[in-house]
T-cell receptor, first 114, second 119 residues
Framework: SQTIHQWPATLVQPVGSPLSLECTVEGTSNPNLYWYRQAAGRGLQLLFYSVGIGQISSEVPQNLSASRPQDRQFILSSKKLLLSDSGFYLC?????????????FGQGTRLTVV | AQTVTQSQPEMSVQEAETVTLSCTYD???????LFWYKQPPSRQMILVIRQEAYKQQNATENRFSVNFQKAAKSFSLKISDSQLGDAAMYFC????????????????FGQGTILTVHP
C-alpha cells in the first residue's frame, strides 16, 4: 500500500533562517506531488506541484521554492524565512494519468517563524 | 478560474442528529470531480466522499452522503447519526481530470466548515 511521510512535524525558525521540509511517497511510482499551505486553520492554498523529476510548477509568487530530486521525494525550501511564511504545510500526492482518484496527504508540518 | 465556496464557517449538531454542510463551486468545465475532506484536530486530511460530475447518482459512504446539483453547482454533505468523532473541519474540494488537460490533479479547496458535535 502507498504511504506518504512528511517531516518535521513541528518547526520553529527565526526570521531570515533557511527552511527545508521534506516529503516522500512509498508504494507507487511517478506520482504527482503537491505542496499546500493552510494559514490560520482555514482553506488550503496550492503552492507547488510536480509531475516528474525536476519538473516544478509554482502557483503563487512567494518566498518559497520546491524541488523534486527523486521520483518520490518533494522538498519545500526557503533561503530566508519571513514572518508571513508561518503556517501549516501539507504535502500530497495523486496517481498520475488517473483522473478520478483523490489526493493523499501527509500529516503536515506546523511552521512558526519568530 | 474555478472557485469553491463554503458559506458556513461553523456548524454544530447534537450527537445522533443529522447535519448538512453546504458547498458551491464555479466552473466552466463539464467533467470534474468533487470531494469532501475531513480534518480532525490532528490535522490529517482524510477523504470522506467523492463524486464524479458525470454520475447523476449521489455518492454515499455509510453515514455520509452528498446532494449533488450539477446545474446549480452545489455539492452539500449530509452527515447522519452524528458521532463525537465527526467533529472536525470539513473541506469541499474540486478538480478536473488529468487526462487531456493541464490540471495535473490540482485541487481547489473551499475555506472549510468547523463542525462541532454536542453530546
Amino acid at each position: 500500500s502507498q504511504t506518504i511521510h512528511q517531516w518535521p512535524a513541528t518547526l520553529v525558525q527565526p526570521v531570515g533562517s533557511p527552511l527545508s521540509l521534506e516529503c516522500t511517497v512509498e508504494g507507487t511510482s511517478n506520482p504527482n506531488l503537491y505542496w499546500y499551505r493552510q494559514a490560520a486553520g482555514r482553506g488550503l492554498q496550492l503552492l507547488f506541484y510536480s509531475v516528474g523529476i525536476g519538473q516544478i510548477s509554482s502557483e503563487v509568487p512567494q518566498n518559497l521554492s520546491a524541488s523534486r530530486p527523486q521520483d518520490r521525494q518533494f522538498i519545500l525550501s526557503s533561503k530566508k524565512l519571513l514572518l508571513s511564511d508561518s503556517g501549516f504545510y501539507l504535502c500530497a500526492w495523486t496517481l498520475n494519468l488517473t483522473s478520478n482518484t483523490e489526493a493523499f496527504f501527509g500529516q503536515g508540518t506546523r511552521l512558526t517563524v519568530v | 478560474a474555478q472557485t469553491v465556496t463554503q458559506s458556513q464557517p461553523e456548524m454544530s449538531v447534537q450527537e445522533a442528529e443529522t447535519v448538512t454542510l453546504s458547498c458551491t463551486y464555479d466552473t466552466s468545465e463539464s467533467d470534474y470531480y468533487l470531494f469532501w475532506y475531513k480534518q480532525p484536530p490532528s490535522r490529517q486530511m482524510i477523504l470522506v466522499i467523492r463524486q464524479e460530475a458525470y454520475k447523476q447518482q449521489n455518492a454515499t459512504e455509510n453515514r455520509f452522503s452528498v446532494n449533488f446539483q450539477k446545474a446549480a453547482k452545489s455539492f452539500s454533505l449530509k452527515i447522519s447519526d452524528s458521532q463525537l468523532g465527526d467533529a472536525a473541519m470539513y473541506f469541499c474540494a474540486y478538480r478536473i481530470p488529468n487526462a487531456g488537460g493541464t490540471s495535473y490533479g490540482k485541487l481547489t479547496f473551499g475555506q472549510g466548515t468547523i463542525l462541532t458535535v454536542h453530546p
